[in-house]
């Protein structure tokens, strides 16, 4: 549906006219490559990285954790202790595109209103990175932070994950994992926020939220899972592909972030109600007129900052 029928926040609306505007000024994305179309997203979204909180420090790092190489960058606000917890930040994108620096103000945002520092990981994209490698990467951070954290100031023993759309995907999968291998200790908090947790639409999410002019439309959404996918019907049953399909009991407390204009609602509202019906202690809020890829509007729309802080909030109490 477009986004011209939908009861916008005004302010959500004022944003992706801009991001519009943005988009037009470039290629048709379905007409470039990968390369392109990555580095087209670098350039629409380069704004949304502008101002916010500056950090008392902040840590550059490209090296193997235990599953291949990962670039990291983690952000160190004013408050935050001496050795700090930390929130790994996984970004969204299809599995397919964005990068730590698309989602640089958004952490750093995180980092200020929460006081810990945030780990932002730009894993390997797909499709020249098929599932499980990134996912993989992601474990072998967490378990390095969990014994080397130190090494750059992060408290091994306060460690949380999270991130939006593919990456609060991510986050739960390698909870999943560390769950299934008999470390349930080692995270302490998910924030998954509007996930994307299953490469199943349905026809009524798509009437709803899809079609023209919409944010994301169902076969958007599933070109991503299809380039994350070596073979999308088999793997679709995996669980670590696709969580909705887990079994959650003994993942940590988690905290739903989910806009109510959005063709991955009923994901995120199946996923809540699945994690609550394991015994997970779970926060879904549904915040109203808003679209996937919201909190991007931190800078001018009070939603999205309210969103982040509500977030931040939640991943603080449970890192204390």
């Known amino acids: 549906m477009a986004t011209d029928r939908l009861k916008l926040d005004p302010e959500i609306r004022a944003f992706l006219d801009g991001m519009r505007a943005r988009w037009a000024m470039h290629p048709p994305f379905a007409t470039l490559d990968f390369p392109a179309q990555r580095a087209v997203c670098e350039q629409v979204r380069a704004p949304l990285a502008e101002g916010g909180p500056a950090m008392v420090r902040t840590i550059e790092r490209l090296f193997d954790p235990g599953a291949g190489p990962l670039h990291i960058r983690a952000y160190f606000p004013e408050g935050a202790a001496t050795p700090a917890p930390a929130l790994i ?5 299809g599995f397919t595109l964005f990068s730590i620096d698309t989602h640089d103000r958004l952490m750093r945002e995180y980092a200020a209103r929460g ?18 490698e990134a996912l993989n990467r992601i474990v072998a951070l967490i378990r390095w932070l969990d014994t080397d954290g130190g090494e750059i100031g992060v408290d ?28 349930s200790g080692v995270l302490r908090a998910i924030l998954a926020n509007y996930g994307y947790f299953s490469n199943a639409i349905s026809d009524a999410a798509e009437a709803q939220f899809g079609g023209p002019g919409s944010i994301m439309d169902r076969a958007e959404a599933l ?20 969580p909705l399909h887990a079994e959650l ?3 940590p407390p988690t905290c739903l972030v989910i806009p109510e204009y959005d063709v991955l609602i009923e994901q995120s509202l199946a996923m809540a109600r699945c994690l609550a019906e394991a015994g997970v202690a779970t926060q ?6 808003t679209t996937h890829s919201f909190l991007e509007a931190m800078s001018m729309a009070a939603v999205a900052r309210r969103a982040i802080s509500d977030g931040a909030a939640f991943i603080r109490a449970y890192l204390a």
């Open 115 to 132: 006081d810990f520092a945030v780990i932002g990981v730009d894993y390997p994209l797909s499709p020249e990175h098929k599932f499980p």
């Open 89 to 93: 930040y996984l970004h969204g994108g």
């Open 284 to 289: 879904a809020t549904v915040y109203p007129g």
């Open 249 to 251: 009991t003994g993942l």
């Open 223 to 242: 070109s991503y899972y299809d380039n994350y996918l070596t073979d999308p019907v088999r793997e679709a049953q995996d669980p670590y592909a696709c």
């Open 156 to 183: 091994p023993g306060r460690l949380a994950i999270g991130g939006d759309s593919a990456g609060a995907n991510l986050s739960i999968a390698a909870a999943l994992r560390l769950r299934d291998a008999g470390e």
